[in-house]
């Protein structure tokens, strides 16, 4: 028996399109696995759609999630929280009940979770949380910020155009007259969204406006970038704060023309549990100097970004000039990626336990960080002028 | 206190029969599991009541009698004055669940007396006419362990020059062999049967019934210790095969200890070192399988088989010698024992998309056949090994010496993670291993499914995971 438990509450849903995907991960491999290891007691902490915060001991077992889950929870109080030098939640009412949170676990892709958004409020509340931190999450949420940001530290990326919704619109003939540059065809993505949602190949002026409009219907800003032919895509999850860890470089093998979110999550996700494996090269058959630019760009993506805990960073490779590219940075990998971690020798349990320990650690270094100092100015404020 | 009040629950009636289900009818059992029952509304952990005729019956004559103890009960406030009335009113509905569940046999046994004896007497007498004239060669295999595997093992080596026919699945009682024998066509040329030892006397009744011409005696050891009280009356009633023969060949397992000491100079001893004539040379056994060579003056056996773990060679001996004895060739009994495999749940390996390897060994629930797993686990090197069990049941008064023994030999085979799940038995597991100084890692689950759904949250690619035995609702 356990008797010194941690209390870890694990935060998923949200206001996210990716919020199902969402829901998935936070179970496979995060909860399961927390259970698995007997050293946690877990709260799990589920955002609806439109924000509410709920929590229930019966949600750590994803069959709360299929079927009418909703209407169920309308008969639910909405938890609350509390910042008292850490977080606390509060179940109100004539029994209130509340738990003290010793590590939160985010499992919330994309908007609100992801980005940076939950990561604010968990460090307001002074708690130790799992994975990369607010400013991490929020440059890797933004596929051109990332871009701008690791290129200016001389890891390659494949040639590029950006622009906002009102740039297109007034000012298309510029950013036409941009895109015509690029070596078609072209990828058009939204800048902010994961999980392939909204991204169209194009080979035609005529694909390329209606792929444009798709991508604004989901973000304010677009990004278009080159294709690049004689492709293998690859991605590689990290692991770590100071130390890295590597897991196994991972060919995904779709057979769409591009990497989509049914390839991702619905195609290879019947019998896994957790995201795309069945169409999976573990490791990917790549030849030894490829392999050997993909972990050197891949650890070096991870710091320049300012990544801790664990991030899965995706490359783009031309099979025939040898050039790697790096694609884009997830600092929530879809089920953690567990089945490439399992194949890499890091269980489950032993990727949430690190993944913990990871988290302690940040928080006690930061901790020891000085961010406030005495200062004599208030009283100073409205004091007798000094001449 | 749970135990006291689960009785008066409604679903006390359907716990009742589910128990009687499970136990196949068998009232011994059945009292026996009564015994144990902490909580009668969770007696249905891994299955559940399938409503046949029979079960349907007993729910509605059990319902009917709780009915009338209720009736009963308030005819008592009206027929005695206060206060003699409400005491028998409150002894009737005070006592009424504890007498059901014994009242409920009453039927039960009428059926069985009346009804199912005389039919099943006539159905092994049809049965025992026909193998009588029936031209085969019989083969009875007994013994408290190994009869499946040995059953297996015989079939697909003779079936290589004979025609052979063996009931499947664990038909090894009267009715299930007089089930299989209303199949026969009558131009087989070998039949094996697995002779089923539940109390003493069965495996006279059944060598009385089949007449075999060759046996075969697998082991003794504790299994259904808590039938039989004791290994003496366990050895006893199994070496009735023995006794039935005569002089007719029998074949004793010598690797096991309990058998040796029951066996006479008459007796064909087979084990790891060959059988009878033959030798055993060259031993080898990994994940792909078990392999050796078969020799005698002029015979020369080379041995591959997909089975694992060096115990199976003494069966795999036999088999050979028995294919020699029937007139089968050389060449026929090494493509025989070239075909045979594991079967369902018995140390069945399988790889999963992760690679992870499990070997499923779900059905082996016997001491030897658990020393022999880890045996065969010890030998895997470069592996890290999970060995997952809830324990062994059945094992009588011997229950804390067995398991102790079974994490002594985890302990010195330096299996690296020990999977454990609560229950009466597993502490004593804990404590072999400690007493041992175990090095590896203890991990405790509440119960099966739970240790199920941990699994691939534990293991990473290349680690071998052995699932060691099942536990049935009766034995929670």
Wanted: proline letters at 4%.
């Amino acid at each position: 028996m356990n008797n010194n438990k941690k209390t870890v509450a694990v935060i998923f849903g949200g206001r996210s399109a990716e919020h199902d995907i969402s829901i998935i991960t936070a179970h496979t491999p995060i909860i399961e696995s927390l259970l698995a290891s007997g050293n946690f007691d877990v709260v799990p902490i589920y955002i609806t759609k439109d924000g509410s915060w709920y929590s229930e001991s019966a949600m750590n077992n994803i069959a709360y999630f299929r079927g009418e889950y909703a209407e169920r929870l309308v008969t639910q109080k909405k938890v609350h929280l509390l910042f008292d030098n850490g977080l606390k939640l509060i179940w109100p009412g004539f029994r209130q009940k509340i738990v003290s949170i010793d590590v939160v676990f985010p499992a919330m892709h994309g908007t609100y979770g992801e980005d940076g958004s939950l990561m604010g409020l968990l460090r307001m509340a002074n708690v130790p949380f799992v994975g990369c931190d607010i400013f991490a999450s929020a440059v890797a949420m933004d596929k051109v910020l990332t871009k701008q940001v690791i290129s200016a530290e001389g890891v390659p990326v494949v040639p590029y155009v950006w622009f906002t919704r009102s740039d297109w619109e007034n000012e298309q003939t510029i950013w036409r007259d941009a895109i015509s540059k690029l070596h078609w065809p072209l990828f058009v993505k939204p800048v902010h969204l994961g999980s392939s949602i909204g991204i169209a190949k194009v080979k035609n002026e005529k694909e390329l406006e209606q792929a444009i409009e798709v991508a604004f219907h989901y973000d304010n800003k677009a990004l278009v970038e080159e294709s690049i032919e004689n492709l293998i895509e690859v991605t590689l999850p990290i692991m770590g704060n100071d130390e890295l860890r590597l897991a196994e470089i991972e060919r995904p093998m779709n057979k769409s023309e591009f990497f989509d979110f049914n390839d991702k999550y619905i195609s290879g996700n019947k019998k896994s549990g957790g995201v795309n494996n069945q169409y999976s090269e573990i490791p990917a058959n790549i030849n030894r100097d490829l392999v050997e630019k993909v972990k050197e760009f891949g650890k070096k993506t991870y710091r320049v970004l300012g990544c801790e805990g664990i991030a899965r960073i995706d490359f783009l490779i031309d099979s025939q000039s040898k050039n790697v590219y790096v694609n884009e940075v997830n600092t929530l990998p879809g089920s953690l990626y567990h089945h490439n971690w399992r194949k890499a020798g890091v269980s489950g349990v032993e990727l949430v336990t690190k993944l913990i320990t990871l988290a302690f650690k940040r928080f006690e270094r930061d901790q020891n960080t000085t961010y406030t100092f005495s200062s004599d100015i208030l009283r100073k404020v409205g004091g007798p002028k000094k001449n | 206190m749970k135990r006291f009040f689960s009785r008066y629950h409604p679903r006390f009636i359907r716990s009742l029969v589910y128990m009687l289900q499970a136990s196949e009818y068998n009232v011994r059992d059945y009292v026996a599991w009564l015994s144990r029952v902490e909580d009668f509304t969770l007696v249905e952990k891994r299955r559940h009541i399938v409503i046949t005729k029979k079960a349907r019956i007993l729910l509605v004559t059990a319902s009917a009698c709780l009915f009338v103890f209720y009736g009963a009960a308030s005819a008592m406030l009206f027929l005695f004055e206060f206060p003699k009335g409400i005491i028998l009113f409150s002894a009737i509905i005070l006592f009424s669940p504890i007498i059901l569940q014994y009242a409920i046999l009453v039927p039960l046994v009428l059926f069985q007396v009346f009804v199912q004896r005389p039919i099943t007497r006539q159905k092994i007498k049809r049965a025992r006419q026909k193998l009588e004239k029936h031209p085969a060669i019989k083969i009875g295999i007994a013994g408290s362990f190994g009869k499946t595997s040995m059953r297996e093992i015989l079939k697909t080596v003779l079936t290589e020059g004979k025609k052979v026919a063996a009931p499947g699945g664990s038909h090894n009682t009267p009715l299930g062999i007089a089930a299989f024998v209303d199949t026969l066509k009558g131009d087989e040329e070998v039949l094996i049967f697995e002779l089923g030892e539940y109390y003493p006397g069965d495996i006279t009744a059944l060598c009385k019934m089949i007449d075999p011409d060759i046996g075969i005696i697998t082991g003794v050891n504790e299994a259904h210790l808590e039938k039989f009280g004791d290994l003496h009356t366990t050895a006893k009633t199994i070496f009735e095969l023995a006794d039935y023969l005569g002089h007719r060949p029998l074949y004793v397992n010598s690797d096991n200890e309990e058998v040796k000491k029951f066996a006479s100079k008459d007796h064909i001893l087979y084990g790891r070192d060959g059988v009878d004539h033959l030798a055993v040379e060259n031993p080898h056994t990994d994940l792909s399988g078990t392999s050796f060579v078969l020799t005698q003056e002029l015979v020369h056996i080379k041995v591959q088989t997909k089975l694992l773990g060096l115990h199976h060679i003494g069966a795999l001996s036999a088999a050979a010698d028995i294919g020699i004895r029937l007139g089968l060739t050389v060449e026929e009994i090494a493509r025989g024992l070239a075909k045979t495999a594991p079967f369902d749940h018995r140390l069945e390996p399988k790889i999963d998309q992760s690679g992870v390897i499990t070997l499923d060994d779900s059905y082996n629930g016997n001491p030897d056949g658990v020393a022999a797993v880890i045996d065969f686990l010890a030998s895997l090197s470069g592996k890290r090994r999970f060995y997952v069990t809830p324990g062994l049941v059945e094992m009588g008064a011997r229950k804390e010496e067995v398991h102790r023994e079974i994490g002594k030999r985890l302990a010195f085979a330096g299996i690296e993670k020990v999977i454990l799940v609560r229950n009466s038995v597993t502490q004593y597991i804990e404590k072999g291993l400690r007493e041992n100084n175990f090095q590896g890692e203890v991990l405790w689950y509440n119960d099966a499914l739970a240790a199920f759904t941990a699994l691939p949250y534990l293991t990473v690619k290349g680690d071998v995971v052995l699932l060691q035995n099942d536990w049935t609702d009766q034995y929670a």
